[in-house]
């Protein structure tokens, strides 16, 4: 299994990679998936062709979606959390819970 990769929200983006670390299928319907996306990412330029070419073709997009495009392309890579905790911090309540005196 691993961790990381594109995401865009809490829809739960799974994926699949080569038994490596390239990415080869994204989304929420990737079925036994290796990990789950962990909205932490370092991006090259290839993220704002994506992101482009999706704005060209609807309104409304979500990051895991230029992604998934990236992985398509053999160009998205993840990396393995080895089992320690990854939660994200998307509000103030959460982040009150998070901070240690």
Known sequence: GGGGGGGGGG???GF???GVR???DLGTAVADADG????LYVCSPAVFEAM??????????????AMA??????????LPTDGRAWFAIET???L???VRE
């Open 92 to 94: 103030q309540d959460q």
């Open 16 to 18: 699949f990679c080569d």
């Open 69 to 78: 495009l990236i992985a398509g392309r053999g160009r998205l890579g993840a």
């Open 22 to 24: 390239a990415v080869l």
């Open 52 to 65: 482009a070419s999706l704005a060209a073709a609807a309104s409304y997009f979500t990051l895991a979606q």
């Open 36 to 39: 789950i996306e962990a909205g």
């Open 96 to 98: 009150a819970e998070t």
């Open 11 to 13: 829809g739960g983006a």
